[in-house]
């Protein structure tokens, strides 16, 4: 090392060491950086798969490093003249006074320069990878694991498992970047002091996809028309009979290059609007008003409702968009037996086991107080009642049960979360019409205009049920017959 540069080094350690706040800023740069910097290497490299890693990088050491570049800045700023040798404006003049002495000049804003970069590099990479960090799968859907636990499991089980978070939570417009980093701060402070509600409740208000979000990858307008449905369902009798329910779903089309809006696309084709009042949670609807290519607006009316306008909540008026229908693209909590029935159409219960599909049923609906007491119950549950009536089935085919355990188990665990409250049913599915719910909001046959028109419910508007529960067979076969 030069002289000048030990005499660099040395009025930077005299600036930093004159002052508390540079001192203790400098440590902590001194001490992070070579731990930050191996860390970020190690998350770059995807070494380390642990949510909590990437936290503690980017949302506290990161921060601290920043902090630490601060406090040493803002202290030398900020600290008496004294001793500060090389680093002062009058150190700079007197240099530039005397001929020859340029190189050093030089030299020193080399060295300033570089530090410089090399710090605001580190920033750089700091801000980069922590805001892509909280942007992550992995910090939405597992940092608070009690919290989100539910809605990353039926994520990952939903057709959307590739699409990230934010994707559809945080609008690509500047506004809601904001808008969702601040109401993410006030989410982890909600986690912290264990202020949030369990279940967490819905319709979400902050961060709900946007229509716009969905068309980014959906273009309903240009859908061919009719879906042929065809689902598997398995009877609580001895055989487990495997029955189907077929159906021609009017998913419709809309407005697009000349084809008229129809079916159930309708809806949310341009030129026309649905608009409603409901409670806040939506499930009750008390007006729906309707905007054509004309302008003109159709209120339909809900007879319930005639004559008393004080339900509780106040109805708020909204434009109908996907989530009206869609309100579980990816959180699909299904019922206790669509759940079985998709185990038992995969093979992951066995369905040649006697009454499985009704012992499991029973079994996985009891109440359970946690996750473990619920997986311990229905083992119990199950393997108990084969013991008591067929006594061969454990002795013979332990293997067969154990696996139509394990599957019930699953079934259980993907869509109940005693942690969070969330039991069978807690979230409803707005598509189709379970206990009057869903489309029978609006579709009930009780919205009238004044003139008397209502909002159709005739069984052909939406589907053709071309059979229902009836014995599985090619699917083939059940159109060729229904044609004829
Ligand atoms: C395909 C789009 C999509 C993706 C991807 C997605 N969500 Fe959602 N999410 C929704 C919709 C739609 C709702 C329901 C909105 C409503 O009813 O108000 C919702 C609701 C929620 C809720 C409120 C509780 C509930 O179940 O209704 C939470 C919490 C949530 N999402 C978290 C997440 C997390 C964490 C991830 C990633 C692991 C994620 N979401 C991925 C669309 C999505
Ligand atoms: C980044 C692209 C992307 C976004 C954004 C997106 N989806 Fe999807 N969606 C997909 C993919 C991919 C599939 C799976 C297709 C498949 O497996 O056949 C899918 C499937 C679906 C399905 C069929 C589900 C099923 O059970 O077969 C529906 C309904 C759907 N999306 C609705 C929505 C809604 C509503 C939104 C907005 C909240 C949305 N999607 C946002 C890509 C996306
Ligand atoms: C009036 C209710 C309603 C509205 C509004 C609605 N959908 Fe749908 N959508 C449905 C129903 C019902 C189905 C058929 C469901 C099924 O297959 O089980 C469906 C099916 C779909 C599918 C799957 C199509 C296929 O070929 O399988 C996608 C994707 C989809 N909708 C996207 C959207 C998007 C995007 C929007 C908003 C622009 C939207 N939907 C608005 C009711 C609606
Ligand atoms: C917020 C109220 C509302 C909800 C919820 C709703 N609809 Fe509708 N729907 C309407 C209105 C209003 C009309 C138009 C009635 C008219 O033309 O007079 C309509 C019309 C329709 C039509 C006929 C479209 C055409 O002209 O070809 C279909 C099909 C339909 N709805 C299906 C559904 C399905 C399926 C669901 C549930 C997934 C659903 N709707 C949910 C309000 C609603
Ligand atoms: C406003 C549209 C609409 C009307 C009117 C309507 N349905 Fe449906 N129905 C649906 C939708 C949407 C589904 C769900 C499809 C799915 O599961 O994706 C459904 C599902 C069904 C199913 C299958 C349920 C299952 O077991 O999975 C049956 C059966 C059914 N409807 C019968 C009827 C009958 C009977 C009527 C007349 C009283 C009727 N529907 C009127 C929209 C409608």
């Known amino acids: 090392m030069t002289r000048f540069h030990s005499r660099v080094l040395e009025s930077l350690i005299n600036v930093i060491s004159r002052n508390k706040a540079s001192l203790l800023g400098g440590i902590i740069v001194i001490v992070l950086f070579p731990v930050l910097f191996v860390s970020i290497l190690f998350d770059m490299q995807g070494v380390v798969q642990n949510p909590y890693f990437g936290f503690l990088i ?272 990816t959180h699909v909590f299904l019922s206790p037996n669509e759940a079985l029935d998709r185990k038992m159409a995969t093979g992951i219960i066995p369905d040649n086991l006697p009454y499985i599909k009704r012992q499991a049923l029973a079994a996985i609906t009891k109440k359970y107080a946690s996750a473990d007491t619920a997986r311990f119950g229905i083992a119990k549950d199950i393997l108990g009642w084969y013991r008591k009536n067929y006594p061969d089935i454990v002795r013979t085919k332990r293997a067969l049960l154990d696996k139509a355990v394990r599957g019930a188990q699953q079934a259980y665990m993907e869509n109940v979360f005693p942690q969070m409250n969330i039991g069978w049913g807690t979230y409803q599915s707005f598509i189709g019409h379970k206990n009057g719910s869903g489309c029978f909001r609006c579709h009930s046959g009780k919205f009238k205009t004044a003139t008397g028109k209502t909002i159709p419910n005739n069984c052909d508007l939406c589907h053709l049920i071309l059979a229902e529960n009836k014995p599985a067979m090619d699917i083939f076969r059940i159109l060729k017959s229904s044609i004829r």
């Open 58 to 329: 980017y949302l506290v050491m990161g921060p601290l490093f920043v902090l630490g570049l601060v406090l040493l800045l803002v202290g030398s700023f900020f600290a008496g003249n004294d001793d500060m040798g090389l680093l002062t404006v009058e150190y700079f003049k007197e240099q530039l006074n005397r001929p020859g002495r340029f190189s050093r000049i030089r030299k020193l804003v080399f060295v300033t320069a570089l530090l410089t970069f090399i710090t605001l590099f580190v920033v750089g990479v700091v801000t980069y990878t922590g805001f892509n960090y909280t942007e992550s799968v992995s910090f939405c859907g597992k940092f608070c694991h009690q919290v989100m636990e539910p809605e990353y499991v039926t994520y990952t089980n939903s057709p959307h498992s590739r699409v990230p978070c934010v994707k559809c939570h945080i609008s690509s417009d500047s506004r809601w970047f904001t808008k969702s980093k601040f109401s993410g701060v006030k989410q982890l402070f909600a986690v912290m002091f264990h202020t949030y509600s369990r279940p967490i409740k819905t319709p979400i208000t902050a961060l709900r996809p946007e229509r716009r979000t969905c068309e980014g990858c959906h273009r309903p307008e240009e859908f061919p028309g009719d879906i042929l449905k065809v689902e598997d369902k398995f009877l609580p009798d001895e055989k487990n009979t495997h029955v189907q329910t077929v159906m021609l779903l009017r998913i419709g089309t809309g407005d697009y290059r000349g084809r008229k809006a129809q079916g159930i696309h309708w809806h949310v084709s341009k030129n026309y609007k649905v608009l409603y009042k409901s409670s806040p949670d939506h499930k009750r609807i008390s007006e729906v008003t309707l905007i054509g290519p004309d302008k003109k607006k159709i209120v339909f009316r809900n007879t319930d409702y005639a004559g008393r306008v004080a339900e509780p909540g106040p109805y708020k008026e909204r434009v109908m968009d996907c989530m009206d229908c869609h309100n579980r693209p």
